[in-house]
């Protein structure tokens, strides 16, 4: 989602049009595509030890 606010938790993404923004990772029905729930990513998208947050919120969910 392309921001041009200052936030703490805006991100860099270089392969957007829209450099700057804050990570969403919405959770979807399948037949409907409604939203079912959804995140917010307001930190760095790996930990130390490599694991990345996207996968630990998948299993979360």
């Not at 917010?40 to 969910?61: A, C, E, Y």
Request: aromatic fraction near 12%; proline fraction near 7%; hydrophobic fraction near 25%.
């Amino acid at each position: 989602m392309t921001t041009y606010g200052r936030t703490k938790f805006r991100q860099y993404i270089p392969g957007k049009p829209g450099k700057y923004g804050i990570k969403t990772f919405p959770c979807c029905d399948a037949e409907t595509s409604h939203q079912l729930s959804g995140e917010l990513i307001p930190q760095q998208t790996t930990w130390s030890n490599g694991t990345f947050i996207i996968h630990r919120k998948v299993v979360d969910m």
